[in-house]
């Protein structure tokens, strides 16, 4: 039986030569708005096949008619137009094609859209940080110019100074004097009071000594004032600091000598020849004080040698007398410390722990066999140099530790018989304890291995 689809084969009309071209002209002039390019070749592509198929002979371009090839069931291939189920598998095969390609950029728009809400959520986070982190940073800085005016300010008037500013201060109706302002503090680091320097130090000795002259009068050297005591109150003068000037450095108090080259000395040196106190002295002296100077700036201070400032032999102190070089006692904290008795006790508990602890290494035949291979340096190692375990006894009372080498198959009733042989006679029973871990070995059978000391132990004797 034949299928339906055969019979629409056989009942198929071939379309009038040129039908088919009218009609898609037709219909596409009676389209209202633009059609696509790719639809506008698709449909003279197909009009072009439709055209070829349904002529019987088209004429080739050199003028010679062909004729339309047979097939082999006997009809012509290129006069059959295409079928409606051909048609409808092309139609499906290209809306696959499309489903495909338009899930797949559905999928890709979804994944860009993730991106790019990721993206604006961090550079919100960004956004939002950095304006945080700037302007706590201002107020940080702010905070930090306020205190370092306030702390300059309070120097100033330390010396009873006052800042008044800079007169190109107030030309302030320039254009861009502002903003250039801001700028070169921008460019400029801040001050810090420790990064403040000396820059080329050139000693002035004339200047040093007029300054110092007038900053003694200001001090008010020589006069008197009224310093309380306990009871009353007294008059009294000022006490001048001593000054010497050298060369290479000076020596200020009692010592030690401060070389030139040294940054504290030319900021001490700087501040006598700008006619102001050392700021080093502020916290001591914050009323100033009076120098004791000396001009010794044709000499160079040496550093001299201790046996030469030291001649002679030392002489050795007894505990008596060093003691009594010390207070009896000092007051700390509310309480009275008896310093000679606790040193006294100090020096007298490592005298006698000097004489009174003794070692002492008991002979065994570990011991043996060690020195023997000591001295006989051409035989090998032995393989059972592994198999020696060295034990640090302490006595009862502390004062004696003995040193025992023995084999770990011993056992811990070996190792009384070697400490009693040491031991007084009339001493009592004892045990045998480690401190870490703690742990007592009461069984005289228990081999060293067995017990875990090796390959060293410490061990201490315990009274019963």
């Not at 300054?211 to 000022?238: C, F, I, M, T």
């Amino acid at each position: 039986m034949s299928s339906a689809l055969s019979l629409l084969g056989k009942n198929r009309k071939a379309p009038l030569p040129g039908s088919l071209d009218e009609g898609l002209q037709r219909r596409k002039s009676k389209v209202p708005f633009k059609q696509s390019t790719n639809v506008e070749n698709e449909l003279s592509l197909l009009g072009d096949v439709f055209a070829r198929r349904c002529r019987p002979g088209s004429s080739s371009p050199d003028g010679t008619s062909s004729k339309p090839k047979m097939s082999p069931n006997g009809s012509t291939s290129d006069s059959a137009p295409p079928t409606d189920f051909e048609l409808m598998s092309t139609m499906i095969r290209k809306l696959a094609l499309l489903e495909v390609k338009v899930k797949a950029q559905a999928l890709d728009i979804q994944r860009k859209e993730k991106t790019i809400a990721v993206l604006e959520k961090k550079l919100e986070l960004q956004k939002k940080s950095t304006g945080q982190t700037c302007e706590e940073e201002l107020t940080k800085m702010c905070h930090r110019l306020q205190k370092q005016v306030w702390e300059m300010e309070q120097f100033l008037s330390d010396y009873g100074m006052i800042w008044v500013g800079d007169s190109a201060e107030g030309d302030s109706d320039q254009p861009g004097t502002d903003e250039d302002e801001a700028d070169q503090h921008s460019s400029q680091s801040l001050w810090e009071p420790a990064s403040s320097r000396v820059g080329e130090f050139r000693m002035n000795f004339d200047l040093v000594l007029e300054n110092v002259r007038e900053l003694n009068v200001l001090a008010g050297d020589g006069e008197s004032y009224v310093k309380a005591v306990p009871g009353g109150a007294q008059l009294a003068r000022h006490t001048p600091i001593p000054l010497q000037l050298y060369s290479n450095g000076i020596v200020m108090f009692s010592g030690p000598f401060r070389s030139y080259a040294d940054p504290s000395t030319q900021q001490c040196m700087q501040d006598l020849m700008d006619g102001y106190f050392p700021s080093e002295l502020q916290e001591r002296y914050p009323d100033g004080v009076p120098f004791q100077l000396q001009d010794k700036r044709g000499e160079e201070y040496k550093v001299q040698r201790t046996r030469e400032d030291f001649p002679g032999k030392g002489k050795a102190l007894s505990t008596e007398q060093f003691l009594r070089k010390l207070p009896k006692a000092v007051i700390k904290a509310g309480k009275v410390i008896d310093i000679r008795g606790s040193i006294r006790e100090h020096l007298q508990e490592s005298a006698g722990e000097a004489h009174s602890h003794s070692v002492t290494l008991i002979d065994t035949p570990a011991l043996q066999a060690l020195k023997e291979r000591l001295d006989q340096p051409d035989r090998g190692p032995s393989e059972a140099t592994g198999d020696i375990s060295t034990l640090r006894v302490k006595s009862e009372d502390g004062e004696k530790t003995f040193i025992l080498k023995m084999q770990v198959k011993q056992t811990i009733g070996d190792l009384r018989q070697y400490l009693d042989k040491h031991r007084y006679t009339d001493s009592a029973a004892y045990n045998i304890i480690s401190v870490f871990p703690r742990r007592c070995y009461d069984d005289d059978a228990r081999t060293l291995a067995d017990c875990g000391l090796t390959p060293s132990a410490t061990l201490l004797l315990q009274p019963r």
